[in-house]
């Protein structure tokens, strides 16, 4: 009995074994970077792309207009009480010579076209048909001449928490229905696979489209309250599947004859163990919403002007098909996405299934 | 005679079998059909039978961990059957099991010490530091060390396992333990020590046991008294050493020739029954042993044989029943006659047949 304690190694949850196993998935690992950079991506697309400074000394004070992107309000008044007009390069040196600047690492705007010498030497966006992909503009430009890549950096943000968002609503909604459907079992049973499989019959994006038609201000958190509001089903099944079997597992047998409630039951036995085979489809779910917020963009009811996700770029291609950058590039980042999810789901599912798992100790 | 720690009397358990689209119940699963047995306080009940016989039922019924149909348990005065809520968790300290497989039993995302400690919490008994010290204790009961607290089971071999399950029924200070198949998921080698753990600690806790196995020679080794079930019913009851000695039932008989035996010059003639064991659902009328029994008479298919008592060893049957009348209420007679009565198809039986 003593081989325990000399065993001096340290001690591992299934979490931690699981994700030593899959930091050995070579494409999971991948993909997980791959979304890790979408997410750094996102949250700096400021910086990556703009043609507000991400931090520059003006009069003696320093600002950091760039905020202003994320939020309108975030963006210092000064500049717009000294009648900047959103043109910063020669503002800065005209208005204080003194001024300096950090620049984002590509001048582009995602809202608008930029100008002839609004940076010093360079010539306007290229507008209509023209705007193949160059120097300047990396991915090209549309035909109003706003820089693609521009617009693609700062749409990250919507990719991911398209994603994001509605699948931690659905998420939540699968799990607690899943839950209380698969451990009460008879009539509650009954009542939430009933309600499950109403919600299943429903058609996503004919709702949404639904939605958006009766809706005053459709917005991108209206399209994933929608998403996620319907993409629980799977979730609830799974989740109701997982406590049907652990409620017959005899740890569970056990915390009941130690005298635990439902509750204690639920969230510190079932739950744990149920969690993993739950998440992949959760993972799958988040890869599927961004293909639907893909679809609506792309027929229009993508989120509203100026801002721009991915699908939209497709709608914008729609018109004019020689454009094929504007085709090209947001359909390699949606599918990139689309992919690097798949791929997380499986390894999650490699590394936590038993069944799948090659030699345990 | 002091009052018994644990007694059951007329225990039915009943699962209902549903068809249909309405999920109609068109008949019940009778795993347990009317058991009764007392445990005396400090004693050990072994409750033998083969696989499907209830005899997990039994235990799992009386700690309420199903839901028992009729009869009455009573725990130390109190009714197991009546009581809910907080009064049925106070009991459940006082009552604890250990299941038969300590890889399913043990929860896999939890550390040991947040598995003992559940008891510790649920039932508040301790402090943060009184706990800790609770729990080493139970460890060091059940022969590990503190340092298995910051471990996750699937560290631990399946004998230490047991141990640690073990350890989650005493940690609460129980007075009566249902051991289910405790060892049979165990190597062979770890079998003896868990069973001597077992026997310790009886003794020093002053535990009560009601021991559930099918291994015959392990059950005689820990109990005090031995109830033999078949198809959801106890046919014979006496003190270990007496069943042992003078088996008066007929399934008692063969389920004893089926043990192998170690001593090569005595070979037990091996009674082996004929056909398979009936459905639960649909129970054989009179004596439910009938079907299977090479004694069985008219009788037998239509009177359930009550209890026939001499001396604290009970048997349900017939023949047995008249057997021990003709030997003037000597067991031994009777327990010799019987298995003289049994023998023929011991000898008829074909080896290659179970």
Redesign the interface.
């Known amino acids: 009995?003593?081989e325990?304690?000399s065993r001096g190694r340290q001690?591992?949850?299934?979490w931690a074994e699981a994700w030593a196993r899959f930091r050995r998935k070579p494409l999971a690992m991948a993909a997980l970077v791959f979304v890790a950079m979408l997410a750094a991506v996102a949250v700096l697309a400021p910086a990556i792309a703009g043609t507000k400074p991400v931090l520059c000394r003006y009069k003696g004070r320093l600002y950091a207009p760039c905020l202003g992107y994320f939020d309108r309000r975030l963006e210092p008044t000064v500049f717009a009480k000294d009648r900047f007009r959103g043109t910063y390069p020669k503002n800065l040196a005209e208005k204080d010579p003194d001024s300096w600047a950090i620049w984002p690492l590509v001048f582009q705007d995602p809202y608008r076209a930029v100008r002839e010498n609004e940076w010093p030497g360079r010539p306007a966006n290229p507008a209509k048909d023209e705007g193949r992909p160059s120097r300047i503009n990396l991915f090209g430009t549309d035909q109003y001449g706003v820089d693609v890549f521009a617009k693609m950096v700062h749409g990250t943000t919507i990719a991911l928490l398209v994603g994001v968002v509605s699948m931690g609503l659905a998420g939540t909604i699968g799990i607690i229905v899943g839950a209380l459907g698969g451990y009460f079992g008879g009539w509650v049973d009954m009542l939430t696979s009933r309600i499950t499989e109403i919600v299943m019959c429903v058609p996503t994006l004919v709702l949404i489209l639904a939605v958006i038609a009766i809706v005053e201000k459709p917005t991108i958190w209206k399209t994933m309250a929608i998403i996620g509001a319907t993409g629980w089903t799977g979730i609830a099944r799974l989740t109701r599947g997982e406590f049907l079997r652990l409620r017959q597992?005899?740890?569970v047998?056990?915390?009941?004859?130690?005298?635990?409630g439902p509750v204690?039951i639920m969230l510190?036995?079932i739950l744990?163990?149920a969690l993993a085979p739950v998440l992949v489809p959760i993972t799958f779910g988040i890869a599927s919403a961004i293909l639907t917020e893909s679809a609506l963009s792309f027929l229009g009811f993508g989120p509203p002007p100026p801002a721009a996700s991915w699908g939209s770029l497709l709608n914008d291609a729609r018109s004019n098909l020689s454009m094929w950058w504007l085709v090209v590039f947001p359909g390699v980042a949606i599918f990139l996405t689309v992919l690097a999810y798949n791929l997380i789901g499986e390894g999650l599912q490699e590394v936590t299934d038993p069944r799948l798992r090659e030699a345990r100790k | 005679m002091t009052q018994p720690l644990v007694d059951v009397v007329g225990l039915e358990t009943h699962f209902p079998v549903r068809k249909g689209l309405l999920r109609r119940e068109v008949g019940a699963v009778r795993a347990v059909d009317g058991v009764s047995f007392s445990v005396e306080r400090g004693r050990t009940l072994g409750l033998v039978g083969e696989s499907g016989c209830g005899k997990t039922t039994v235990g799992?019924s009386i700690?309420r961990?199903v839901e028992p149909t009729g009869g009455s348990v009573r725990f130390d005065g109190r009714d197991v059957l009546a009581t809910g809520g907080a009064d049925?968790?106070g009991l459940?300290?006082r009552?604890?099991?250990v299941?038969q497989?300590p890889y399913?039993?043990?929860?896999?995302?939890?550390?040991v010490r947040s598995i003992l400690e559940?008891?510790l919490i649920?039932?508040r008994l301790g402090g943060a530091d009184d706990r800790l010290e609770r729990m080493t204790r139970a460890l060091a009961r059940t022969?590990?060390?503190a340092?298995?607290l910051?471990?996750?089971p699937h560290?631990?071999s399946g004998g230490?396992r047991q141990?640690i399950?073990i350890a989650?029924a005493i940690v609460?200070e129980p007075d009566f333990l249902v051991l289910d198949e405790p060892i049979s998921a165990l190597d062979v080698s770890i079998q003896a020590q868990v069973v001597n753990l077992l026997v310790e600690l009886r003794e020093q806790l002053g535990l009560t046991y009601l021991f559930i196995s099918h291994d015959l020679s392990v059950v005689e080794y820990v109990s005090d008294d031995v109830a033999v079930m078949y198809l959801g019913r106890i046919v014979e009851r006496a003190p270990a050493a007496r069943l042992y000695a003078e088996p008066l039932h007929p399934y008692t008989l063969a389920l004893f020739s089926a043990v192998p035996s170690v001593e090569p010059g005595r070979r037990r003639r091996r009674i082996v029954l004929t056909g398979d064991v009936p459905s639960p659902a649909r129970p054989p009328s009179g004596c439910r042993f009938h079907p299977r029994c090479p004694l069985a008479e008219q009788v037998c298919r239509q009177v359930e044989p009550p209890a026939t008592v001499i001396d604290g060893h009970a048997v349900h049957c017939h023949v047995a029943a008249r057997e021990l009348q003709q030997a003037g209420g000597d067991a031994a007679v009777a327990a010799a006659r019987m298995a003289a009565l049994m023998a023929p198809t011991a000898a008829s039986a074909s080896p290659a047949a179970v």
């Open positions: 009995m003593n325990i304690q001690s591992h949850g299934f597992s005899e740890f047998t056990a915390a009941r004859a130690a005298g635990a204690r510190r036995h744990p163990n | 799992r700690l961990l049925l968790r459940r300290r009552m604890q099991i299941f497989d399913g039993s043990l929860n896999p995302r939890m550390k559940e008891g649920i039932h022969g590990l060390t340092a298995a910051d471990r996750y560290e631990f230490q141990r399950a989650r609460i």
